[in-house]
């Protein structure tokens, strides 16, 4: 297995008139060729960040202040913005979570997919449309030619994420990364999507970051998991692992916090208070104030220590060999 | 168990659009526009609501359970059928139900402070004399989770499940014993929607309320719920016990609904989802909405809309083919597989 990304020590800060804002500390990670990593938190954990920071995608007051992005072992954090134009969507290509915002609203998706292709490779219109064709027959969208004339708001929620996907893997990127990509949709479009990604990059290879809160779904396609909280990985490791056998706190009190089967009318083991603003984060442990397992100790921050050879955790209490 | 029922719906359909303004009904006439489309957002629904159980609705969007909500709250009025123990018994009296909302943002007037937000309802409706409202709201509040130090506080210095319990606490003011629930934890991350949810089930068994809970997380509901509708497309498609429903679900919907969503313990799942998208609710399929998606449909699915029938005590189900597929063992298309 050989890492298509290995994110280290990425800090992300947001300058305003009151001080900066660490949103992201310390970020590591690392994904595999064909390999999905689940990258979960609540909102203003940071993991949307994360995959901005790593596409370059963030705009002032916010700035990648410290770290390495290694994609296939070149920093993409020292590349010129032309080099980075021609890596974007060429290599690393991203799924948003509203296909309504992400698709040009008065553009044909033909124009918009032609638009994708052109900026990467010079080709012509007859050969552009029918690789189109081909990557919306891909994706599964019935009768791709009277599709492409199509605009977005002709399309089903369904059908829109489909053609981002399309989009997406027009120039076979070696990284996608997917930021809610199936929140906004209904159950059984969500399956129809997670069964279409799933197949497309277990066949081509790809590495895929998918971001999200729901930690359900990321249990049914990821190979690991990177749970964050408070702009930090908390705990990192195989999906199996961090689910049944959660090291961190948090990641116990989150699988809690999910109804489940089994806990029909049972009160849930919810965790009190709520995740603190980054401009008012505690000292040490950001987690600390909510804890159970918290002590005198947590007033320093830990750092992120491997377990096993598969997973870390950042706790100076982990729940480890215990059990849950 | 009929003692019970503190709210029956009966054949409550509900149609939008169509008839349209007096120009465009001359224009229709004299036959120089289309009539406007008529959207049936629910259709011929019935059912009772018993006192002190939770009646979770279920489905995908545009199966019509956000405007059975409003219809049971009566912010909506049903175009046929009715709603019987809507109305309040006498003028003064307490209001028999309040609805919740999903979003803990724009449900909340961002000008009022919270204790008028939470005590305006109470004092118009003399559930309080003018002297009491203070202790009240600080009661309510408490009850809920807020701190009553901040009832001189406006919406937006609260997170969003905070607002959420604010929204609570100002339809429990006026004493109601029906609370719908539309997506009312929908918005709210999970640590917090845990919270909520366990605020939920206390004030069920402090207050004794009846609640219609309406969601698309089948996670939630099953959790919550002790009996489920099923919607699709402005039909009730199967009811009944939620063990039941999520144990052995009999209509192909359902089977698809709950197969289709991920669960923490499956893990490396193969997902054979059903296939297409989820019709128009303007021009939906002919006979079963559900035929160009069902596995399982025959002839007589695209002619003949089956009727919503007893299968077992206190189970209803709409499908032509209960019979044929209820037999135990394997379901009759491959289905979402883990491992």
């Given amino acids: 297995m050989t890492a298509v990304l290995d994110v280290r020590d990425l800090d992300t800060s947001f300058v305003s008139p009151s001080g900066t804002i660490a949103a992201l500390q310390g970020v590591s990670l690392t994904v595999n060729t064909g390999e999905i990593l689940g990258l979960v938190g609540e909102s203003g954990s940071g993991k949307s960040l994360t995959g901005f920071s790593i596409n370059r995608l963030i705009s002032p007051p916010g700035k990648v202040v410290g770290g390495q992005v290694l994609l296939h072992g070149q920093d993409v954090l020292t590349l010129g913005e032309e080099d980075m134009r021609q890596l974007r969507g060429r290599?690393?290509?991203?799924?948003?979570q509203d296909p309504?915002?992400?698709?040009?609203?008065?553009?044909?998706?033909?124009?918009?997919?032609?638009?994708?292709?052109?900026?990467?490779?010079?080709?012509?219109?007859?050969?552009?449309?029918?690789?189109?064709?081909?990557?919306?027959?891909?994706?599964?969208?019935p009768a791709p030619e009277d599709r492409l004339r199509s605009y977005p708001h002709q399309l089903s929620g369904g059908m829109r994420q489909r053609v981002a996907i399309a989009i997406a893997l027009l120039h076979r990127p070696d990284l996608i990364i997917a930021d809610e990509p199936t929140t906004a949709l209904d159950v059984t479009?969500?399956?129809?999507?997670?069964?279409?990604?799933?197949?497309?990059?277990?066949?081509?290879g790809t590495a895929l970051i998918w971001i999200t809160h729901d930690l359900a779904v990321v249990a049914g396609i990821a190979d690991r998991l990177?749970?964050?909280?408070?702009?930090?990985?908390?705990?990192?490791?195989?999906?199996?692992?961090?689910?049944?056998?959660?090291?961190?706190?948090?990641?116990?009190g989150l699988i809690d916090s999910v109804p489940a089967r089994g806990t029909r009318g049972k009160r849930l083991n919810q965790i009190p208070g709520r995740m603190p603003a980054l401009t008012d984060?505690?000292?040490?442990?950001?987690?600390?104030?909510?804890?159970?397992?918290?002590?005198?100790?947590?007033?320093?921050?830990?750092?992120?220590?491997?377990?096993?050879?598969?997973?870390?955790?950042?706790?100076?209490?982990?729940?480890?060999?215990?059990?849950? | 168990m009929t003692d019970n029922v503190i709210l029956s719906a009966q054949n409550v359909s509900k149609q939008f659009g169509g008839r349209g303004d007096l120009v465009a009904r001359g224009l229709a006439?004299?036959?120089?526009?289309?009539?406007?489309?008529?959207?049936?957002?629910?259709?011929?629904?019935?059912?009772?609501?018993?006192k002190g159980e939770v009646l979770g609705v279920v489905g995908e969007s545009g199966c019509g359970k956000s405007t059975l909500g409003r219809m049971v709250a009566g912010l909506l009025d049903p175009s046929e059928g009715q709603i019987n123990g809507r109305a309040p018994d006498a003028n003064t009296g307490p209001l028999p139900m309040q609805m919740i909302f999903q979003d803990p943002f724009s449900s909340l007037n961002p000008r009022k402070r919270v204790s008028d937000l939470i005590g305006e309802a109470p004092r118009v409706h003399r559930i309080v004399s003018p002297s009491e409202v203070n202790a009240y709201v600080a009661d309510l509040m408490d009850r809920c989770g807020i701190d009553a130090s901040y009832r001189d506080r406006f919406s937006h210095q609260f997170s969003g499940g905070q607002r959420q319990r604010i929204g609570i606490a100002r339809a429990l003011a006026v004493k109601p014993e029906i609370l719908v629930c539309d997506e009312a934890v929908s918005a709210l991350d999970?640590?917090?929607?845990?919270?909520?949810?366990?605020?939920?089930?206390?004030?069920?068994?402090?207050?004794?309320?009846?609640?219609?809970?309406?969601?698309?997380?089948?996670?939630?509901?099953?959790?919550?719920?002790?009996?489920?509708?099923?919607?699709?497309?402005?039909?009730?498609?199967?009811?009944?016990?939620?063990?039941?429903?999520?144990?052995?679900?009999?209509?192909?919907?359902?089977?698809?609904?709950?197969?289709?969503?991920?669960?923490?313990?499956?893990?490396?799942?193969?997902?054979?989802?059903?296939?297409?998208?989820?019709?128009?609710?303007?021009?939906?399929?002919?006979?079963?909405?559900?035929?160009?998606?069902?596995?399982l449909a025959e002839a007589r699915c695209r002619t003949e809309r089956p009727v919503l029938r007893d299968i077992a005590?206190?189970?209803?189900?709409a499908c032509h083919l209960i019979e044929t597929t209820a037999i135990e063992g394997e379901p009759k298309w491959p289905a979402t597989k883990t491992g």
């Fill in chain 2, 190 to 295: 999970v640590s917090i929607q845990a919270q909520i949810i366990n605020l939920f089930m206390d004030l069920r068994d402090e207050f004794g309320l009846t609640y219609l809970f309406i969601s698309h997380d089948l996670g939630v509901v099953e959790h919550i719920a002790d009996r489920i509708l099923v919607m699709y497309l402005g039909r009730i498609v199967e009811s009944g016990p939620a063990e039941q429903i999520f144990n052995d679900p009999q209509h192909p919907y359902t089977r698809a609904l709950i197969d289709g969503v991920p669960r923490l313990d499956r893990r490396r799942t193969v997902y054979e989802p059903i296939k297409g998208d989820i019709p128009s609710p303007i021009d939906p399929p002919k006979g079963c909405h559900f035929h160009p998606r069902c596995p």
């Fill in chain 2, 313 to 317: 005590p206190g189970r209803q189900a």
């Fill in chain 1, 100 to 141: 309504m915002m992400t698709l040009n609203p008065v553009l044909r998706i033909e124009t918009q997919m032609y638009d994708a292709l052109s900026a990467h490779e010079s080709i012509t219109k007859t050969k552009a449309r029918s690789r189109a064709i081909a990557a919306l027959d891909e994706v599964g969208i």
């Fill in chain 1, 189 to 204: 479009i969500q399956g129809q999507i997670l069964a279409l990604v799933q197949r497309l990059c277990r066949d081509r």
């Fill in chain 1, 91 to 96: 290599r690393i290509a991203m799924i948003f």
């Fill in chain 1, 226 to 252: 990177a749970v964050m909280y408070a702009g930090r990985i908390v705990e990192i490791g195989g999906v199996d692992d961090v689910l049944d056998n959660p090291a961190h706190p948090y990641t116990r």
């Fill in chain 2, 29 to 50: 006439r004299l036959g120089l526009a289309r009539p406007r489309p008529v959207v049936r957002a629910v259709e011929d629904v019935s059912f009772d609501l018993y």
């Fill in chain 1, 281 to 324: 984060l505690p000292k040490g442990c950001a987690y600390a104030p909510r804890c159970p397992r918290a002590t005198a100790a947590c007033e320093a921050m830990p750092a992120i220590e491997p377990i096993s050879d598969t997973r870390a955790v950042r706790c100076f209490h982990p729940l480890t060999g215990e059990a849950s």
